[in-house]
């Protein structure tokens, strides 16, 4: 059999995914879009597999139908590096992590050359940096068979820019030396493209929820009071204080309340700023919710807002998936202008852009919206039909598809000419 006849095996593409992190049981929240994507290869007859980190001592398992392989790199109770919080946030909050940093990256090494070994077809690799040096060693162990895709998700390029400039080299060198390249979105694949001159395709991940089917509650029915929501994790980037600003503002007008869903280190920064604007009444934090309960927020909200900001460490946005599952519940959304925000909203079209941390321009934007209703659920249909079609977890599949047969067809070339 030849190496391009390797690329197409009727059987189905064998795919390692190497991440910092992946559900460690069924109810998990960490990661919903992936466990999706993974679950939706293995559907299509791919061998979609997982390579993650441990926690606290958790070995092989079986997640969902999905097999997961997890490399070991210190003592069960010090194995906390990874899946509470980002590992750039876990460093920045308690440095003295930085000392698992050698043993991390020498067992994902081990754990790659090992599935590397398993000849996967192709070792697809999120957060460049490490994990390129773990798929460089797969595709190694390989025998050089295996293509290697790298996805780029912009937050990981801020780290490195503030915190870390001399990983420069390494994050520039995933970019140029994997065989095929994507990015979350168009400002993600901006900045890859700054660090290597190749080819970028732009895949968003969709989100992690189903879409819903049939007719559920419309948005802005009139009754009651404004039912604002947040999802997301409490931090920085997310801008929430600065809703809970506009808040206030567009209660000078109407009745108004917000609803946030998720938990986080700025918690405490948004709840000081609805005491300081006097709508602690009116903001209501509902903490970690499962998903099927999440669904009935989406449903029963009047608008959905991602106030996003850049923050301190230089990080926005690298999509925004969040606002995909509400664009599918077909309610009214507004996103903040930054990062990757702009590839799911259009202004007039599939939602509503303000600039970010901008409490004034968000409460004319909510009025707004929720002065016209029959305008609002128009455009709000037409970003669930742009879910449904540019967003969609068999696009996404199946784009993703194309990507690894033109990197396994850039691998048998360089194999062919001797590199």
């Known amino acids: 059999m030849t190496d391009m006849d390797e690329s197409r095996r009727p059987e189905g593409l064998r795919v390692v995914h190497i991440v910092t992190a992946f559900q460690r049981y069924e109810e998990d929240i960490i990661t919903p879009w992936l466990s999706a994507l993974v679950s939706a290869q293995r559907a299509r007859g791919m061998d979609a597999s997982i390579l993650a980190p441990s926690y606290r001592g958790l070995g092989p398992q079986r997640i969902g139908g999905i097999p997961v392989e997890r490399f070991r790199y210190a003592p069960r109770s010090w194995e906390t590096l990874t899946h509470d919080e980002t590992v750039p946030d876990r460093l920045r909050r308690s440095p003295a992590y930085a000392a698992l940093l050698p043993s991390y990256v020498a067992g994902g090494l081990l754990a790659s050359a090992r599935s590397g070994r398993r000849h996967p077809d192709v070792v697809h690799v999120h957060w460049p940096v490490p994990h390129a040096l773990f798929g460089a060693a797969a595709r190694l162990a390989s025998g050089g068979r295996a293509a290697l895709v790298c996805t780029f998700y912009s937050v990981e390029i801020s780290w490195v820019e503030r915190r870390a400039r001399w990983l420069r080299p390494l994050l520039a060198w995933s970019a140029r030396t994997a065989d095929a390249v994507t990015a979350i979105s168009s400002a993600t694949a901006t900045r890859v493209r700054a660090l290597a001159d190749r080819d970028i395709q732009v895949i968003p991940f969709g989100a992690g929820l189903a879409i819903p089917g049939g007719e559920g509650r419309p948005a802005l029915t009139g009754e009651g009071p404004l ?108 996103g903040s202008d930054v990062g990757g925000i702009p590839d799911i909203v259009r202004p007039g079209e599939t939602g509503w852009l303000v600039p970010p941390a901008n409490p004034t321009a968000l409460a004319e934007t909510i009025l707004e919206i929720a002065g016209d209703p029959e305008r609002a659920r128009d455009v709000a249909s037409r970003g669930r039909a742009t879910v449904e079609s540019r967003f969609s977890l068999d696009r996404i599949t199946e784009e993703l598809e194309t990507v690894y047969h033109a990197g396994l067809s850039r691998r048998s070339r360089a194999r062919a000419g001797g590199s």
Not at 236 to 258: D, F, N, P, T, W
Not at 301 to 316: E, N, Y
């Open 227 to 334: 039912r604002l929501l947040f999802v997301g994790r409490l931090v920085q980037r997310k801008g929430v204080e600065h809703l809970v600003e506009a808040l206030a503002l567009v209660r000078q007008a109407r009745s108004a309340e917000l609803t946030i869903v998720g938990e986080g280190e700025w918690k405490s920064t948004i709840q000081e700023a609805a005491r300081r604007a006097g709508v602690e009444r009116e903001v209501r934090f509902a903490g970690h919710v499962p998903e099927p309960d999440l669904r009935g927020f989406y449903e029963a909200c009047d608008i959905f807002v991602l106030p996003a900001v850049i923050d301190a460490k230089g990080d926005t946005e690298g999509l925004g998936v969040v606002l995909l599952e509400a664009l599918g519940f077909e309610r009214p959304a507004i």
